[in-house]
């Protein structure tokens, strides 16, 4: 017999917790490693390499939105600043956009490239928590996710609270992996993803409808979605 904390356990029921706490630490270390990187500047570089263009698109993606000088965006999940710093450049000196990330690194980083523009009366930066996307009510005309969603945990609770952000005549835009083979080689299990049908029933959970879809991104849908009133 052997003994741990007082307690009889024999040699087979031992190796099986051994075994089961085993599997509860990869697990958690592959999670881990699905939803955020071990290292983060390696991250950085590969969200700023100049291969994403090509299946980003990130031109025609603001052509496509639409952006007027003077509207408020929210970027969330903004990450190194790829679409804050065009968004910047978009809403003019009466416009804001508002980067909000879950890692300080990341928002130090994209704060540093706004700077080196001169953008940076028109951005401000914010460090969250997850579950909260730390908006005012009615603050916001656009509220942007790109390759974020797949992140959040409870999406229709998230979705509730970013909607009260919305201010009248305002939108929510989701651009992300498809969760099968168009996406092509990631660098995080696909079974992450979220289809896109299933985006489209959290944002009917929260009170929001389509409105629009565009398909000329190779690896990723594009949805607008507007308040259902």
């Known amino acids: 017999m052997l003994y741990s904390s007082g307690i009889r356990f024999k040699p087979r029921v031992l190796q099986r917790l051994f075994v089961a706490s085993f599997l509860i630490c990869l697990y958690a270390s592959l999670s881990a490693c699905a939803h955020g990187p071990w290292d983060i500047d390696s991250y950085i570089q590969a969200l700023e390499r100049a291969e994403r263009?090509?299946?980003?698109?990130?031109?025609?993606?603001?052509?496509?939105?639409?952006?007027?000088?003077?509207?408020?965006?929210?970027?969330?999940?903004?990450?190194?600043?790829?679409?804050?710093?065009?968004?910047?450049?978009?809403?003019?000196?009466?416009?804001?956009?508002?980067?909000?990330?879950?890692?300080?690194?990341?928002?130090?980083?994209?704060?540093?490239?706004?700077?080196?523009?001169?953008?940076?009366?028109?951005?401000?930066?914010?460090?969250?928590?997850?579950?909260?996307?730390?908006?005012?009510?009615?603050?916001?005309?656009?509220?942007?996710?790109?390759?974020?969603?797949?992140?959040?945990?409870?999406?229709?609770?998230?979705?509730?609270?970013?909607?009260?952000?919305?201010?009248?005549?305002g939108r929510i835009v989701i651009i992300d992996f498809y969760h099968d083979e168009r996406s092509g080689k990631l660098s995080f299990p696909k079974h992450h993803l979220v289809p896109k049908e299933q985006v489209i029933e959290h944002m009917k959970q929260a009170g929001l409808i389509l409105s629009k879809e565009h398909t000329f991104l190779p690896r990723q849908y594009f949805l607008e979605f507007v308040p259902d009133n």
């Open 53 to 169: 263009a090509e299946y980003q698109k990130p031109d025609e993606v603001l052509s496509t939105l639409n952006i007027k000088p003077g509207i408020a965006i929210a970027d969330i999940g903004a990450g190194s600043g790829y679409f804050t710093r065009r968004f910047a450049q978009e809403v003019g000196e009466a416009g804001k956009v508002f980067a909000i990330d879950v890692e300080q690194k990341m928002l130090d980083y994209n704060q540093k490239e706004i700077n080196k523009l001169g953008l940076s009366n028109r951005t401000e930066f914010i460090l969250t928590q997850p579950g909260d996307p730390s908006l005012q009510d009615h603050s916001v005309d656009l509220i942007f996710f790109c390759n974020a969603y797949h992140h959040l945990e409870n999406h229709s609770a998230y979705l509730t609270k970013a909607k009260s952000a919305l201010k009248t005549n």
